[in-house]
Structure formats: C-alpha cells, structure tokens
C-alpha cells in the first residue's frame, strides 16, 4: 500500500485530529514523544503525519505535499484553498465576528479600518455588502488593535467570548459559523482512491455516530 500522507495543524487543532485518526486504527505513538520532529510514521507504517502551522495545511494539500489534512475552515477560507472539503468534523467550533469598543457603529464610519489575521475573509465579507474597508493584517492578539488607535474594529475567531471580555470589547456583527473540516487533495482523491476512501468513510461514520449522541438519538 501507498503511504498516504496527512497534514495536521499544531496547535490547538492537533490533538483532537489525532484522537480521531486513533479512533479508525491510524496511531502515531512517536508523536507523543515530544521531539521537535514535524513528521511521524503510523504504527502501521502506511500513514505519514505531518505537522504544519493551521494556516498551511490547505497550502500543503492543494500542491499535493500531503493527500489528507484537518484544518479550521477559517484558514481554508484564507488561504483559497483549491481541496476537495469532504467532512465538517465538528470540533474547533467558533464564530467570525466584527469586534470593537461597545456602542461602535459600523455604519456610522465612513471609512472603517480593521485590524485582522484573515484580511481576505475580511474584504470578501465587506466587498459583498458593496463596502470597501482598509484592513491591517496582523499575526495575533488581535483585540489589542482597537484599544490602542491601530483600527477602528476587529475581524476574529469568537469561542466563549471570554478574550474580548476581558479586553472590554463585545460582537458588533457575526459573519459565519467555523469548524474543523477533513480535506483531500483533488489528484489524490483519484490515483490514491482505494486507500483514502475507505479513511474518509471511516471518519464519516465516527462524525456521524457523534452527532447523534450530542442531538440525543
Ligand atoms: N478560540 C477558539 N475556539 C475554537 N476554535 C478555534 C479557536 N481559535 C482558533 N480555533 C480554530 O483552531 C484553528 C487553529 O488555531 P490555533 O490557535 O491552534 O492556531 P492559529 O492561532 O491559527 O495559528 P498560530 O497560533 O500558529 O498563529 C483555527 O484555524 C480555528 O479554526
Ligand atoms: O472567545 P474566546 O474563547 O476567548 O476565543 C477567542 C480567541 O481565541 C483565538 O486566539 P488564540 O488563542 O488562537 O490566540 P492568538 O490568535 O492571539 O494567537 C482568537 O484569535 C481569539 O483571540
């Protein structure tokens, strides 16, 4: 057999990527070692992880890099990946919202400035509605940008709301629900078919058999 190789990002999203892989038989024991490795054989030998930052993971399977990945939609979105999207797994759920100091207007600005780590999501959301907005991209707390003058508001990821709470900000618009998805590799789906279809049924059927326990069924 093919190894197939899967691309998971660090991060918050990895370890229930890995959870997952686990409960359809894919084990990656040596990651758990805590080296500074990016890549990792399964115990099986017929699987290849490797480890890349969230943002890339669309990156690395669009160019074929990696047959398989899990990334958040929001960096899918991002980064245009041109994958196949074959399963919303249902974890690393959040929000996109416009954020900013109570009381902002949006439609009381004229000329609006947001600071962001998705400016494309940013300006695809606003250029829909007909707006055009300056954006500033930036890496990382983000909710510091309106308190200190750099933008008028933000563009980000909301889970509990606890971080713009604690910075005395609060939701201004939601724009779109984010989770994590499973993605293939367009080529891959056709040369490698026999070993990935079955990963991807097999995954299906855990994702399904979760959602009816969390609805009660
Ligand atoms: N607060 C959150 N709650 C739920 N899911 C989240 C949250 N923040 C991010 N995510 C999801 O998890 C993915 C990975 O997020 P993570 O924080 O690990 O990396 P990142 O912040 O995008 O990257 P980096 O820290 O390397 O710049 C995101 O792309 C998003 O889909
Ligand atoms: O609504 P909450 O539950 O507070 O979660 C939202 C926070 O989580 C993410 O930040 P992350 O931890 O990835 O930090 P960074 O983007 O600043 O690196 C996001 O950018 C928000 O800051």
Redesign the pocket.
Known sequence: METIKIAL??????DLSLELLEQIGISFSSYYEKTRKLTFISDDGHYELILV???DVGTYVENGAADIGV?????LLEAGADVFEVIDLG????EFAVAGEPGTELSAQQSLTIGT?YPKITNDYFQAQGRQVETIKL??SVELAPLVGLSDVIVD????GS?LKENNLEVIETMLS???RLVVNKASFKTKGTAIRPVIDQVKSIVDEKGRVTNGN
């Not at 990002?9 to 990895?14: E, S």
């Not at 974890?91 to 959040?94: L, P, S």
């Open positions: 990002a660090k991060g918050r999203l990895a930052k969230a943002m990334a958040g939609k929001d960096t974890f690393g759920r959040c780590k890496n990382g990821i909301v889970e509990t971080t984010i989770s994590a």
